[in-house]
């Protein structure tokens, strides 16, 4: 299994404290990986912490946003001095506000402007300054591994959420357009990619997936109608995925945007 290790190497998580990137930092520190988990709160970064390294892993943790250029750039010093090297960034920080997403009843044009660019700029400038940060490390190394978060969103128009949509579109650009940069000026030793996830039911769309007495909405019969496996995902179905593009076995694997998804996004409804 040798193809698929990361064992050892370096990964910093951005979001590492939410559902998904909590699930990725404990499936990378059972295969092995020194995880630097990046969180906004305190608290919930030493719980994440703990849960990391209460069978042995290995994790080191820091606050700060994303959007902070000067605070990523502290954090990869500190990394560095630390670990030596980074070989895995996974830009998971993102996802949508309740401003952002709007109310079936409502239109564009009852869009809340500043949550548009709040939405937009958590989602694509969470990706990007992590990687222009992170990958300048990458790029002095001659070696790395970015994997970017993506959307069913992206693919094809899914009410309600317009600021998500359009930055998770700019997610899969940005990712190919990376990935082609940094083979060609630095080699086919850095490769960029994206996972993008199917509907899982997690903390920030619980209320629209889930109703409060627990059956389902009228929005995930429409999901589960048009996912040919006939079910939401389980966030840990996610781990393999990303672990596969940063290891080894995805090393001619540069710019795609892998879904996984139950197959929504191939299903015509027919």
């Not at 960034?89 to 709040?118: H, R």
Request: hydrophobic share 45%.
């Amino acid at each position: 299994m040798e193809l698929f290790s990361i064992k050892n190497k370096v990964a910093i998580i951005t979001g590492a404290t939410g559902v998904l990137g909590g699930s990725i930092a404990r499936s990378f520190v059972k295969a092995g990986a020194r995880v630097v988990a990046l969180g906004t709160k305190q608290e919930k970064l030493d719980k994440t912490l703990a849960e990391l390294r209460e069978n042995g892993g290995q994790a080191i943790g820091f606050t700060g946003n994303v959007l902070d250029v000067q605070r990523l750039t502290e954090i990869a010093g500190a990394v560095v001095a630390e670990w030596g090297r980074i070989d895995i960034l996974l830009n998971i920080a993102g996802g949508n506000t309740p401003g952002a997403t709007l109310k079936p009843d409502q239109n564009f044009f009852d869009m809340q402007l500043p949550e548009w660019d709040y939405v937009t700029s958590l989602n694509l400038n969470g990706a990007v300054y992590p990687s222009y940060v992170f990958g300048k490390v990458m790029a002095a190394q001659g070696s790395g591994a970015i994997v970017n978060i993506s959307s069913m969103a992206s693919m094809q128009a899914i009410t309600r959420v317009p600021g998500y949509s359009a930055a998770k579109s700019a997610i899969d650009n940005f990712t190919k357009w990376l990935a082609c940069d940094m083979a060609l000026k630095f080699g086919d030793g850095i490769r960029v990619n994206a996972v993008a996830p199917g509907f899982f039911i997690g903390e920030q769309n619980r209320a629209v997936l889930i109703n409060p007495d627990g059956s389902l909405t009228e929005r995930s019969h429409k999901i589960i109608a048009n996912t040919p496996v006939g079910r939401f995902g389980d966030i840990s179905e996610l781990d393999g995925a990303v672990q596969f593009l940063c290891s080894p076995a995805a090393s001619f694997i540069t710019g795609i945007v892998l879904p996984v998804d139950g197959g929504f996004s191939v299903f015509s409804g027919v």
